[in-house]
């Protein structure tokens, strides 16, 4: 089993700045990909960015020049630098990851999910 706790969440006004972040811990032969996603009300949940274990990165159109994704790869943790906030960015940020746990069974996680919320 394989835990991701998040946290870094809160209000922060328009064009503001903010930083998530996301440990994995458990049961973890390898993590292949550290991710972001958001569900805002009414919305389905969206990729937001990610980072893959060779340090490639993807980031939604919506957000690219503005958030940055780093890795920690030494504790199993995952970043999100915000700036530049919008109203629009206001959701509820998942962390994900994806790999193998020490059982070497595929493992496809989610943390519980933290409140990003930008007044206008």
């Known amino acids: 089993q394989v835990d991701l706790v998040e946290s870094g969440g809160g209000l922060v006004q328009s064009g503001g700045s903010l930083t998530l972040s996301c440990e994995a811990s458990?049961?973890?032969?390898?993590?292949?990909?550290l991710g972001w996603y958001r569900q805002a009300p009414g919305k389905e949940r969206e990729l937001v960015a990610r980072?893959?274990?060779?340090?490639?990165?993807d980031y939604a159109d919506s957000v690219k020049g503005r958030f940055t994704i780093s890795r920690e790869y030494a504790r199993n943790m995952v970043y999100l630098q915000m700036n530049s906030l919008k109203p629009e960015d206001t959701a509820v940020y998942y962390c994900?990851?994806?790999?193998?746990?020490?059982?070497?069974?595929?493992?496809?996680?989610w943390g519980q999910g933290t409140q990003v919320t930008v007044s206008a």
């Open positions: 458990g049961s973890i032969f390898s993590v292949n990909a």
């Open positions: 994900n990851a994806v790999g193998y746990s020490s059982n070497l069974r595929p493992y496809d996680s």
């Open positions: 980072v893959t274990s060779g340090q490639s990165t």
